[in-house]
């Protein structure tokens, strides 16, 4: 079966520094990868997302960058982070056209100070 | 502007009774998914729909699709205090290899 995995559960990060997520996916070969990030109360916003190793998309300009150096990996990065980038971030998997559903992992609760 | 737009945004109810929510969306869709997340967890698939159904279900259950009126409902049958979390819908517009998610439903179940 397949499982998806994030890490770190949660976050502190004072401004300015860098930040690093993981997500990896286990059971499934070349898989849609995506990060999502959702204010507290709110709905999804999709932050980026790939369909192969090195294919990433942007969907929203920011602090963020994103990068698949494996298939079942996919990592959420930044250089310097802002107050804004608080927030809650979830990565997901899909695959393909023929199955449309998404299945998230456990979620980073991120907060900058 | 968010393709999917949840209707209420929140709802609270007695074990045992039936919950509806709605989503609306703008634009033509391949389907129409709803999620549900519990508090500081992540999303969980709940039902799919395609833009040529217009009914579903599973378990207790029940989705429709109106794509004349571009919208949605979700009914939960014989709730349960499990039931507390978040619903979400989401659309699928085959463009691109993404959802677009609503601003989601809260909904309470108390005993």
């Known amino acids: 079966s397949q499982t998806i995995h994030q890490w770190p559960a949660t976050l502190v990060q004072p401004v300015g520094s860098p930040l690093s997520l993981e997500c990896t996916v286990e059971?499934?070969?070349?898989?849609?990868l995506y990060w999502y990030r959702q204010a507290a109360g709110r709905g999804l916003q999709l932050l980026f997302y790939?369909?192969?190793?090195?294919?990433i998309s942007s969907e929203v300009p920011q602090n963020l960058s994103a990068s698949r150096p494996q298939d079942r990996q996919f990592i959420l990065s930044s250089k310097k982070l802002l107050l804004s980038d608080s927030g809650f971030y979830l990565c997901?998997?899909?695959?393909?056209?023929?199955?449309?559903?998404?299945?998230f992992g456990p979620g980073t609760r991120l907060t900058v100070l | 502007s968010q393709q999917g737009e949840e209707d209420p945004q929140a709802l609270s109810i007695q074990e045992g009774e039936n919950a509806t929510m709605n989503c609306s969306y703008k634009?033509?869709?391949?389907?129409l998914q709803w999620y549900r997340q519990n508090s500081g967890r992540g999303l969980v698939h709940l039902i799919l729909?395609?833009?040529?159904?217009r009914e579903k279900h599973s378990g207790r259950l029940r989705v429709t699709l109106d794509t004349s009126k571009k919208s949605s409902s979700l009914l939960i049958t014989a709730s349960r205090a499990a039931d507390t979390a978040s619903y979400f819908c989401?659309?699928?517009?085959?463009?691109?290899?993404?959802?677009?998610f609503g601003t989601g439903t809260r909904l309470q179940v108390t005993l």
């Open positions: 997901a998997w899909g695959m393909g056209v023929a199955y449309n559903e998404q299945f």
């Open positions: 059971g499934t070969s070349n898989p849609n």
């Open positions: 790939s369909v192969g190793i090195g294919q």
């Open positions: 634009t033509s869709i391949n389907n």
């Open positions: 729909i395609r833009s040529n159904e």
């Open positions: 989401a659309t699928y517009t085959g463009t691109a290899s993404k959802l677009t």
